[in-house]
């Protein structure tokens, strides 16, 4: 089964940095485009970063450009974001979500992680 689990959340100052971790099992990892989205309460979710199989990025939301790097080592199964200069904007649960192979793929998410940005 498809498992992707998220970690690394949790409450950082302004300015400050956090690397978002997501172990994925159940698939071949490395033969899968990965994506991070994040979501607001009472907001759409919104796709952060995504990264092909070469560990090409394919994505970055404006917001998070210069800031966030989207990472993925293929021998731990895992995806990373890393987030630097935080601003209480980034406040959001970050999801994790396998790329689909083709439109109507099944469609795969981790469970999220919080991440708070205040002071």
């Known amino acids: 089964q498809v498992q992707l689990v998220e970690s690394g959340g949790g409450l950082v100052q302004p300015g400050g940095s956090l690397r978002l971790s997501c172990v994925a099992s159940?698939?071949?990892?490395?033969?899968?485009?990965m994506n991070w989205y994040r979501q607001v309460l009472g907001k759409e979710r919104e796709l952060v970063a995504g990264?092909?199989?070469?560990?090409?990025?394919?994505y970055l939301a404006d917001s998070v450009k210069g800031r966030f790097t989207i990472s993925r080592d293929n021998a731990k199964d895992t995806v990373y974001l890393q987030m630097n200069s935080l601003k209480p904007e980034d406040t959001a649960v970050y999801y994790c979500?396998?790329?689909?192979?083709?439109?109507?793929?099944?469609?795969?998410w981790g469970r999220g992680t919080q991440v708070t940005v205040s002071s």
């Open positions: 979500r396998k790329g689909q192979r083709f439109t109507g793929d099944y469609d795969y």
């Open positions: 990264i092909n199989i070469a560990g090409g990025v394919t």
């Open positions: 159940g698939f071949t990892f490395s033969s899968s485009p």
